[in-house]
């Protein structure tokens, strides 16, 4: 039986019991071990607690931080023990130098990220990883999220049964180092529509409203819970609160773990204070298990917290409570001097100084020390459960149940759709100039071609003004639609790019949110754009004829939109996916309108490519119908010019392919949907920090 005991439980454990401060600080938090033998010593200890819940099957009262007797190994192996990690490497392909240097030619080189960590995290409790910058502690995070890239060896075991990507993506909730919020909602919208579309859809509105209710309170957003968030023009919330809102984000899933990266980087110390005052009370009050990264947390912080990690190049210097810290730094000989804080100071002993190469090997020799004096330390063994860990692997592979991480439900396609699609016309409704441009801005045109060109006229002239404007509709539609989507396109990416890594939504979901959104803007702007132009200019009395000019407006803007967001998607600088989108269309008029230059006379070749062009079957569609039964007259004033000719001679079939290039313009403006879903999913989402 004692042998039983012995491989079952943490193997530093009685032996962490001979060590007088460490035994004090265990009995004062958890109590007596001698009290506890007698439940540890049973064989089939997983019999001892529930997998799913983790909580004890005895019935035994669970109160953190009290000095009953009962709770010592609950703590420490199973009660509490909520992630493991084991063993964890993280390897990434890295390509050094620049394209210029045909970097590409080389083959990437693999960087180890984290090195052999093991780790263990409780429910109820708050730890930190703090380190320099570059020491792995977003990567950390990456990993237990299952957001990591690159590749991971190990394990991260969450209630003691190894966890895949899609099973700690459940369990945690990811807040990034940047708040992507929309500026123009108000910071009860912003959680409204994410609880809209996180929460199962089976919620009542009612309930929705509560839980969202709740957050607020919860991140003590109360006295700004109707004010709008704000951006770079327009002040709203102040940072802290801003924080605060992505935390609450995060939240609204009640979510069993919650992972911040830098939730303090960017604010005064006295919010930052405040923050993570509120993390604390939420990792003890709601038994979340909080971990987060700081880069150099003020000792009045370092004393919130349950425990703290310190890495360094990828390594483990320590994981421990505070309080164990300047002892185990002063047991292995580095003090802490008087006066200071002491995490200031280990994260500055066990940094690497890369000024010069002396100083790199010594300070990287001296980190390795640090790290392997805490792997071998009884603090790793005890604290962070290494040995349990080994126990850990054990249970969940021969574990003949594993718990059923229950798949939380999802709000319906439908219900989610709606929401993005609110979302985005009410972000659209705030931005005011934005608004009113989409409606007006094509139409504004119209006066200055009318004072340029006047009423088109009756005489050969009138071919080349006919020209003129219809090369002018069909090129300025899809220019303006592009103008548009950089106005306002760029900050849902934001927000769609941390959404989707949360598994909010597809991108074929926003991007059809997005066509509808835009769609009605670019009828209304097309229709008032051809209305006063046809009308004032003087082109064919015929309704007909004028439907169908203002229906390859309304397209040619629709698809130059979503072109737009496609090569947004595609390339992240909007700046270089905006000159690449006008590039396009401008190729597309050259090559596909013949109005720069004569079909006819157009190399075989390029007139090849101007088959693939939009811009080929709009001119084709508007000209035939422009210029079909079309009499000019000459200078003696005789009918001399026919339009049929000119349609003959240079869009030689277009009358009678009128209804074919018509269907694929409308063609165009639906595929372009699916080139735009393409785009961004070739180019994948980019990862965040
Ligand atoms: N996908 C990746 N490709 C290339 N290098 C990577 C990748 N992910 C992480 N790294 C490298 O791994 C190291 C650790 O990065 P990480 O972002 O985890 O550090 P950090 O401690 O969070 O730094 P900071 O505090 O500055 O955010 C860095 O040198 C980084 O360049």
Redesign the pocket.
């Known amino acids: 039986m004692e042998q039983e005991n012995e491989r079952l439980l943490p193997k530093g454990t009685s032996k962490h019991l001979d060590r007088p401060h460490q035994s004090q600080h265990f009995q004062s938090r958890y109590g007596s071990l001698q009290n506890r033998a007698p439940h540890i010593a049973t064989p089939g200890r997983v019999g001892y607690f529930d997998p799913n819940e983790n909580t004890e099957i005895r019935g035994e009262q669970q109160t953190r931080g009290t000095t009953s007797p009962e709770y010592f190994f609950e703590d420490l192996a199973t009660r509490k023990t909520c992630l493991n990690v084991i063993d964890l490497n993280y390897t990434?392909?890295?390509k050094a130098g620049h394209w210029w240097d045909r970097s590409f030619l080389r083959k990437a080189r693999d960087?180890h990220?984290l090195k052999n960590l093991s780790m263990t995290f409780n429910k109820g409790e708050i730890t930190a990883i703090v380190?320099?910058?570059?020491?792995?502690?977003?990567?950390?995070l990456d990993v237990i999220s299952g957001r990591a890239?690159?590749k991971v060896e190990g394990v991260v075991s969450y209630k003691h049964h190894q966890c895949d990507r899609n099973t700690m993506r459940q369990k945690a909730s990811y807040v990034l180092q940047a708040d992507r919020l929309l500026p123009t909602l108000t910071v009860r919208e912003t959680l409204t529509y994410m609880a809209l579309m996180k929460l199962p859809g089976t919620l009542k509105n009612e309930e929705i409203d509560r839980k969202v209710q709740k957050v607020i309170c919860d991140m003590g957003l109360t006295h700004v819970a109707d004010s709008r968030i704000g951006g770079a023009v327009v002040r709203g919330v102040s940072g802290g609160e801003k924080r605060r809102i992505t935390i609450g984000v995060q939240l609204l899933k009640d979510p069993e773990i919650l992972l911040l990266d830098?939730p303090t980087s960017g604010l005064d110390s006295f919010t930052a204070r405040h923050l993570v005052s509120t993390l604390v009370e939420l990792a003890h009050k709601g038994e979340k298990l909080v971990l987060m990264?700081v880069?150099q947390p003020r000792s009045d912080i370092v004393q919130m917290l349950d425990k703290i990690g310190v890495?360094t190049g990828?390594q483990l210097a320590y994981l421990g409570p505070p309080s164990q810290m300047v002892p185990f730094f002063t047991s292995i000989g580095y003090p802490c001097p008087k006066n200071q804080n002491p995490c200031d100071v280990y994260i500055d002993i066990t940094s690497v100084d890369r000024r010069n190469l002396s100083r790199e090997q010594e300070t990287i020799a001296r980190a390795g020390a640090i790290c392997q004096a805490f792997q071998q330390s009884q603090l790793q063994r005890d604290i962070i459960g290494n040995n349990f860990s080994r126990d850990t692997s054990f249970l969940y592979h021969h574990s003949k149940d594993p718990p059923v991480f229950t798949q939380t439900q999802s709000p319906s396609w439908f219900r989610v759709f709606r929401c993005l699609l609110e979302r985005m016309n009410v972000h659209l409704w705030r931005e005011r100039s934005r608004l009113v441009g989409r409606f007006v801005q094509q139409a504004f045109f119209v006066p200055f071609l009318i004072l340029f060109i006047g009423r088109v006229s009756d005489n050969v002239d009138g071919i080349q003004d006919r020209l003129g404007l219809i090369y002018q509709g069909v090129s300025s539609a899809p220019y303006l639609a592009l103008t548009n989507a950089v106005a306002i396109f760029p900050v849902l990416r934001e927000t769609y790019y941390r959404e989707s890594h949360d598994g909010m939504y597809s991108t074929a979901t926003f991007l059809a949110a997005y066509y509808v959104h835009c769609l009605p803007f670019n009828i209304i702007s097309g229709t008032l754009f051809s209305t006063f132009l046809y009308w004032v200019v003087g082109f064919k009395d015929d309704l007909l004829v004028f439907a169908m000019f203002i229906l390859v407006i309304v397209m040619m803007g629709q698809f130059g939109e979503m072109m737009a967001v496609g090569f947004m998607g595609m390339i992240r600088s909007v700046q270089l996916a905006c000159d690449t989108t006008s590039l396009l269309f401008n190729t597309s008029a050259f090559f596909g309108s013949g109005l720069i230059r004569s079909l006819a006379t157009m190399p075989k070749v390029l007139e090849q490519i101007g088959f693939v062009a939009i811009h080929r079957y709009s001119t084709e569609t508007v000209i035939a119908n422009e210029f079909h039964d079309l009499k000019l007259a000459c200078s003696d004033g005789e009918h001399c010019v026919y339009g049929d000719d000119f349609i003959d001679s240079h869009y030689p079939g277009a009358l009678d392919e009128i209804n074919r290039n018509f269907c694929i313009m409308g063609g165009y403006t639906l595929a372009v949907l699916g080139i735009a879903i393409f785009c961004f999913k070739a180019r994948g989402i980019p990862?965040l920090?």
């Open positions: 990434v392909k890295e960087k990220v380190g320099t910058s570059g020491s792995g502690k977003t990567s950390l890239e690159g830098e990264t880069h890495l990828g990862t920090h």
